[in-house]
């Protein structure tokens, strides 16, 4: 494992074991989030954006962005998992076979009575509590949404405009207000939907997690014949890049994609895990004033760990002006371009990082790009602090 600092952000470069369990998030496991998804009535496959003319100016053969802004509604991605593990949660508590049973199934009058009875509780840096809120709208239930300290008062109202929850903006990091919102679940009887698992708490975190998948395979059959050689992956926990790295290895027939992690300097829990080096999960424990909101965690999803540990060839830590990059250039993108991609702030930081590298050889070479390479990034949000991102936009 060799470290290399640059002034904007640094990278940790691994050659992958590769031989980890990623059956778990499979072809089979994305197709049944799918069908769930599919009989949502506000679903919508978005759009697999091609940025033809970067790909052309930089030598390479594809870059394709999964634009996940206009999601639900939500200019998120986080929906799909909030909504799934919903669905399964209740499928199991209401006695309703999930491989059967999908959305229609709850308009019964006797289901939504049951429904309107429970209560849900989360921890979130915003986007999740807003799918998690929808999610409660959609199947009648209620919910309680607790935010970290610094939480900017827009993501909050955006949280309770998005669905049924209250949200409130607490004065701990994201951690503790995760072991916040699980003792109160505890105490009041709420089910705790966390994106993120430790010791005893597994089966939801993974529930979300699958629910992930639908955008990856989406992707997947947007790209038809061409397969990513490389795929850039923004993590906060690691439950996204965990699940969609799993399914694309998973699928790769002879060739394992080049996969790298991108987080936020200062919440880079998943590289300084990497770092260590002693396989083992640690915990970043300084407070982090990055403006990407939505990667600003501590700790790493234990379902996940293993998958980032043994299947990432590169785990990079950027400042927030790489993101700030990555923001304006997919809003003014290169003449010739189809569309513009709205990104926010935890979206675009993949894509800033990925110019950076694009435009040095020796990085090209660290991460074997070349004409041929055929490389895949998620936007998953869109401008979901309109201020800060009109703000960014116009610099």
Known sequence: MKEYLYE?????????????DVSRF???????????????????????????????????????????????????????????????ILCEKLG????????????????????SSITFATATDGNHGKGVSWAAKIFGCRAHVFMPKGTVEARRRAVEAAGSATAEITEMNYDETVRYASRLAEQNGWILIQDTAWDGYEKIPAWIIEGYLTMAA???????????????????????????????????????????????????????????????????????????????????????????RDCSGFYCACKDCITEAGMRAYASPFAGEISTVVSGESGAVTYGLLLEILQSQELRQL??????????????????????YARIIAK
């Not at 059967?100 to 429904?115: E, G, P, Q, T, V």
């Not at 991460?367 to 979901?384: A, K, M, P, Y």
Request: net charge negative; aromatic share 8%.
């Open 8 to 20: 904007n952000f640094r990278i940790l470069a691994q050659t992958p074991i590769g031989n980890t």
């Open 26 to 88: 499979d072809e089979a496991a994305a197709e049944r989030a799918l069908r769930f998804h599919r009989s949502l009535p506000d679903y919508r496959r978005t759009d697999l954006e091609k940025l033809g003319c970067a790909a052309e100016r930089y030598g390479v053969d594809s870059i394709f962005v999964k634009d996940e802004s206009s999601r639900f509604g939500l200019k998120a991605f986080k929906g799909l998992g909030g909504s799934y593990c919903m669905f399964r």
């Open 96 to 115: 309703l076979d999930a491989d059967a049973a999908d959305y229609s199934s709850f308009s019964d009058d006797r289901i939504r009575k049951a429904c």
């Open 367 to 388: 991460f074997r790009i070349d004409n041929n390479s055929v490389i895949l990034l998620f936007n998953t949000e869109g401008d979901t602090d309109p201020e800060d």
């Open 218 to 308: 989406e992707a997947e059959a947007q790209m038809g014949a061409k397969k990513p050689t490389h795929i850039f992956l923004q993590a906060g926990v690691g439950s996204m890049a965990g699940g969609v790295a799993a399914y694309f290895i998973h699928r790769a027939a002879d060739q394992m994609p080049h996969v790298t992690i991108v987080e936020a300097e200062g919440s880079d829990c998943i590289y300084q895990s990497a770092k260590k080096n002693d396989g083992q999960i640690h915990t970043v424990s300084d407070e982090c004033r990055t403006i990407m909101a939505g990667l600003n965690c501590g700790t790493p999803c234990k379902t996940v760990w293993p998958i980032l």
